[in-house]
């Protein structure tokens, strides 16, 4: 498997603090199956604003750390973004980080509300070339009490990823509810294990798999499967398997009435 979205890489963020942390926790990702990984320490104004070449740089010493342990795992750098106004011009600039050599880009929503003029800044990166993934949507808690409320975002081109705590219970049941819904209306792409580190938010990448798999059909998990590769190589990422979701145009011209003539 690959992994999109993890904290691996030490002292950047609030992932490991030091290297033997992340190496550990690099062993427990090759035994969860995942051979690849793209590590995405947050970005947040006022936060985490670690320069987008130390992040590459760290990126380098990690994948020499595990050749020299034997590890069998490949590492690219890569960036959880926290939305914020001047996102679009950073990310031209190179001040920030796409998910590794691609042109996704991993952001994170606030935790309480849809922002403000999110629209614009999907147009914005679709117009420039990107496609945005929105993180863990279903720990939005307007996302989780609504999962309609992604379809908008949907509309205007983002992608979702699930993150698999949410599908193992490590957040409760409403947000595995949520993550769930969101698959259901076919608006998830991928799943990724935003792991931390050993303990308190391990690797369980393959157990949110089996639990999509179990749910809603083998096909949709190894779907998303595909979908995490498909980032890795840049490629385009495909619709699930369930019945395609309709576009808001569509879903209001079907409330319309009809006449005969």
């Known amino acids: 498997m690959i992994d999109m979205h993890c904290h691996l890489l030490p002292g950047l963020d609030d992932g490991p603090d030091h290297l033997e942390e992340a190496v550990e926790l690099a062993r427990r990702a090759a035994y969860d199956g995942v051979t690849a990984i793209i590590a995405t320490p947050h970005y947040r104004p006022g936060a985490y604003e670690t320069d987008a070449g130390r992040i590459r740089r760290e990126a380098e ?12 795992l490949i590492v690219q750098p890569g960036q959880e973004i926290r939305v914020y106004d001047n996102l679009v011009a950073d990310l031209e600039a190179g001040r920030l980080l796409p998910l590794g050599k691609s042109a996704y880009v991993l952001l994170e929503l606030p935790s309480s509300r849809i922002p403000l003029r999110i629209e ?3 147009h914005e990166l679709r117009i420039a070339g990107w496609t945005p993934i929105i993180a863990h949507p279903e720990r939005n808690a307007q996302i989780a009490a609504d999962p309609s409320q992604f379809e908008r ?12 705590h949410s599908l193992t219970g490590r957040f409760g049941k409403a947000v595995k509810s949520a993550a769930l819904e969101l698959c259901r209306r076919n608006l998830v792409q991928t799943i990724a294990s935003d792991a931390h580190n050993a303990t308190t938010r391990p690797y369980e990448l393959l157990a949110a798999h089996d639990i999509v798999a179990a749910k809603l059909g083998r096909a949709l998990s190894a779907a998303y499967e595909r979908n995490a590769r498909a980032v890795w190589h840049d490629a385009p990422m495909e619709r699930s398997n369930l019945p395609e979701r309709r576009s808001a145009m569509s879903r209001l011209l079907a409330k319309l009435p009809t006449f005969k003539l």
């Open 61 to 72: 010493n990690m994948n020499a750390e595990l050749r020299k342990r034997r590890i069998p």
């Open 120 to 122: 614009d800044m999907l």
């Open 153 to 164: 975002l949907a509309d205007y081109g983002a992608m979702a990823q699930l993150t698999s």
